[in-house]
Every structure is written in structure tokens, then in C-alpha cells.
């Protein structure tokens, strides 16, 4: 075990240290959304003005909060997924919002970026509105999609289909140190940092922020799943190389930061 790592990263990620970033260097800024295959189909979710969810008082979803790390058997709908994903990472960009029913499958990611423009607007705050998460899904349970592993493409609102491949849950159990919720859950929630998104304009620093927007996002999921019945567990206990392969993730670069099941409460 590396000793005293932590307090090193602390020193060495102090904000007099942050700069010159590439930002600061002039470095043109990365996309704001990962690549992905944009030939390949894309499943639709309910737009975020159509979710019609039941209003829980605030107070009553943060009295309400758990963790909870058994389910009930009853699948989500697509009207509680699209209402989770759009709560923890929904984009909000009122420009966006007018053009995105008019986006064709084929829009290229670089488009969207000049669409808008150097940042996205999101339901959860972020240093710099860096927003440097993408979100993967490990779905068990919900109606109208196929078991599998998807992605949200939060520019366009929308799921890509990533793998079928049904040993997934039993895979990323075991890469959790056996914790069933990942098997047992509706969906699972995989946020994985696209790290230069963030050090581009921090540096090392951008390393602390990753941290504290992983938080932010879990809190958005745990607070709106109560207002559709359904417990949250996140999970950081994780074997990280392993998860990473799982995905196909470097592990540097992109790495599964954070993750969380979710299911109907018993
Ligand atoms: C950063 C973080 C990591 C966590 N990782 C796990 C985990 O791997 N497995 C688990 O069962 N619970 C995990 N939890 C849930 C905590 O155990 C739980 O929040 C804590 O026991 C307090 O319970 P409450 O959330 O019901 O208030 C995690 C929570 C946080 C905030």
C-alpha cells in the first residue's frame, strides 16, 4: 500500500498549484460529451417537459432517504428512468432544449459543442460546469428495455444500447466484492469521469472536483428516487481495475468514479 498518498495528493492539489491549466496554455477544450457511435440507433426517453412525476415535498424525500440495498421484484418504468437520469445529469440549456426534437441521429458530437458552445447546464452543480461524467446503466428491470448495458447520451436525452451481454450483473457483483444490489437492483447507475474534461481547466486540482461532482449527482439520485418509491445504495467499494475492464475503461483517463443500484422499495 502506498503510505501517506492522501496527504500528498491534498499538498500537491492546493489551488495555488492549479495553474497554468491547458485551458490557461490556450488548448482548445475537449468535447463536452464523450464519443460515442453515432450510427447506431438511439433509444428514445420521455422528454423532460412530458415527465409527470408526483411532487414529494423536499423535506419529505430527505426525511425518507436511506440507503437501501434490497428491492422488490417490480421493474421501473420508463417514465422513473427517464426522470432519474434526468435529475442526475439532465442538461438543462435552454438552447438545447429548443433544439434537441430537431436533432437527426447523425448530428456529430462537435456539432452539439457548437450548439453549446462551451458548457452544458445540468440539474446538478459542477466545478466550472465542467460536467465531466458520463453515465452508464446496468438495467435488470425496466419496462421496455432489454437487459443490458446502456449509455446516456445527455445532449440528446437519449439511451445507447452498449452490450446485451447477460452475465453483466453477475460480473460487476463480483468486480463490487459480491455486493448483490448490482445483481438484484432495477438498474444500476456507473458514472465514469472523463478526467480530462475537468484538468483541462484545473489541472491536478481537477482531481478533487471529480470527487465532489460524484457527490453531488448520488445525493440528485437518492433524493429523486424517493419521489418514485425507489431506494438508492451507492457503492464505492469496488475493485477499480476490474470494473474498469469490465467497460473497456483505461483506468487513467476514464475510470468508474462512483456507483449506485436502485430499485422499487420492498
Ligand atoms: C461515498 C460512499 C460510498 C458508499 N459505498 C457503499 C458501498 O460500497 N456499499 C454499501 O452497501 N453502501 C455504501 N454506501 C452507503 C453507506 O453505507 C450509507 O450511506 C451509510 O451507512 C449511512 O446510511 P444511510 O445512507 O441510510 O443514511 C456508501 C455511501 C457513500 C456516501
Given amino acids: 500500500m502506498v503510505q501517506s498518498i492522501g496527504k500528498e495528493f ?22 463536452l460529451e464523450s464519443k460515442y457511435d453515432s450510427s447506431k440507433p438511439l433509444i428514445g426517453l420521455i422528454e423532460p417537459n412530458q415527465i409527470d412525476i408526483s411532487d414529494l415535498p423536499l423535506r419529505r424525500c430527505i426525511e425518507k432517504r436511506r440507503s437501501i440495498r434490497t428491492y422488490s421484484n417490480d421493474v421501473l418504468n420508463l417514465m422513473e428512468l427517464s426522470w432519474l437520469l434526468w435529475c442526475t445529469q439532465g442538461i438543462r440549456n435552454e438552447d438545447l432544449k429548443k433544439l434537441r426534437s430537431s436533432f437527426s441521429d447523425d448530428v456529430e458530437v462537435e456539432e452539439i459543442d457548437k450548439i ?99 457527490g453531488h449527482v448520488c445525493q440528485n439520485l437518492y433524493l429523486s428516487a424517493e419521489n418514485i418509491n425507489c431506494g438508492v445504495c451507492a457503492i464505492a467499494a469496488f475493485h477499480d481495475d476490474e470494473f474498469n475492464q469490465l467497460l473497456g475503461l483505461d483506468s487513467e483517463e476514464h475510470f468508474v468514479i462512483y456507483l449506485a443500484s436502485v430499485g422499487k422499495k420492498r
Avoid: C
Avoid at 495553474?19 to 490557461?24: F, V
Fill in 10 to 31: 491534498m499538498r500537491k492539489t492546493k489551488y495555488q498549484f492549479m495553474y497554468p491549466s491547458d485551458q490557461n496554455k490556450g488548448v482548445p477544450q475537449p468535447p
Fill in 116 to 214: 453549446l458552445k462551451t458548457v452544458t447546464l445540468r440539474n446538478v452543480p459542477s466545478a466550472g460546469a465542467r460536467h465531466a461524467f458520463e453515465t452508464l446503466l446496468l438495467i435488470n428491470r425496466v419496462e421496455g428495455i432489454e437487459p443490458g448495458l446502456y449509455r446516456y447520451i445527455a445532449t440528446r436525452h437519449r439511451l445507447l444500447e452498449i452490450s446485451r451481454d447477460p452475465n453483466l450483473p453477475l460480473k460487476m457483483k463480483k468486480a463490487a466484492y459480491d455486493q448483490s444490489m448490482l445483481a438484484k437492483s432495477a438498474v444500476s447507475f456507473i458514472w465514469v469521469a472523463d478526467t480530462y474534461r475537468m484538468t483541462w481547466r484545473y489541472g491536478e486540482r481537477g482531481y478533487r472536483y471529480l470527487l465532489l461532482d460524484a
